[in-house]
């Protein structure tokens, strides 16, 4: 999941697909947040914490050749360009959700960065940052639209993310400050790009955006979507940054899609060598 944040947030996908007979699920908590623990004070690499995504992979034994479908958001989506520089044979499909290559080094527009680092610091009241986080990774919008007699989509966010987001322990500051360097500090270049397309191929490779993203602007994502050759672009109009949570039946219908046309890559291509 993406920068300070716990894989709860994944909830409504687990629910969605946790439930099918085919489909093994796995989400986790990266270093630095909920219940994996963050370590010394210091800064965290991406490509570090791709290590660790192997090494629980590994520990759980998911090793088979071509056996992972990887969605990354956010920070975990860099985080999955480097775990697909490590173990490109073991991928079927691979997701960048909300995400950059990190070519530029870009921050958030400074009303944005000051919420984010009052909200990551902790020096404001539990229930102020809820209220804070909800308006940076969504637009105005849609949280203003009502969904009841005198309540609105913030209003029934505000009750979501309340249900997990901090449980069953607070973020440490080590853990945030680790991370914000792993995402500030991120970097893969064109070559290794390109490497991972070729190395995946033909598995399917997609680049997902909100056009109303506050935190990492949709034209990062555009620009790694264009360095990722053969991967499908596709726009969440009226998007945030958030866009599982705030569109969570047509999300999972493209995961859905995703999954299925990376099958069918590697189930044509089984046909193709055998022919």
Not at 26 to 31: G, H, P, Y
């Amino acid at each position: 999941m993406g920068l300070n944040f716990k894989c709860s947030a994944w909830s409504a996908q687990v629910h969605h697909f946790g439930r099918k007979p085919d489909h093994a699920v796995l989400v986790f908590d990266n270093r630095g947040v909920g219940n994996s623990d963050c370590g010394a004070f210091e800064a965290y690499k991406t490509s570090e914490m791709a290590k660790d995504t192997v090494d629980l992979l590994n520990f759980l034994n998911w090793d088979q050749d071509r056996s992972l479908h990887v969605f990354g958001v956010s920070l975990g989506g860099m985080i999955s360009q480097e775990l697909s520089l490590l173990i490109p044979t073991r991928i079927k499909s691979l997701t960048l959700i909300s995400t950059r290559s990190g070519d530029t080094f870009e921050l958030p527009s400074t009303t944005i960065l000051k919420t984010f680092i009052k909200v990551s610091t902790k020096s404001v009241k539990y229930e102020r940052g809820i209220d804070l986080m909800i308006d940076f990774l969504f637009p105005a919008a849609y949280l203003n639209h009502p969904t009841a007699e005198g309540q609105t989509r913030k209003d029934d966010l505000r009750k979501y993310f309340s249900s997990w987001h901090n449980v069953p322990r607070r973020q440490s500051p080590a853990g945030a400050f680790g991370q914000l360097c792993a995402a500030f500090g991120h970097h893969c270049s064109d070559s290794q790009l390109e490497k991972i397309s070729r190395d995946l191929s033909p598995a399917k490779i997609a680049v997902v955006l909100g056009d109303r993203d506050e935190l990492i602007h949709a034209v990062r994502s555009l620009q790694l979507q264009d360095r990722l050759p053969g991967s499908e672009l596709v726009v969440f109009k009226d998007g945030g940054h958030a866009l599982s949570c705030q569109f969570r039946e047509n999300f999972n219908a493209l995961m859905e899609r995703i999954m299925t046309e990376g099958n069918q890559a590697f189930s044509n291509d089984d046909k193709h060598h055998c022919a």
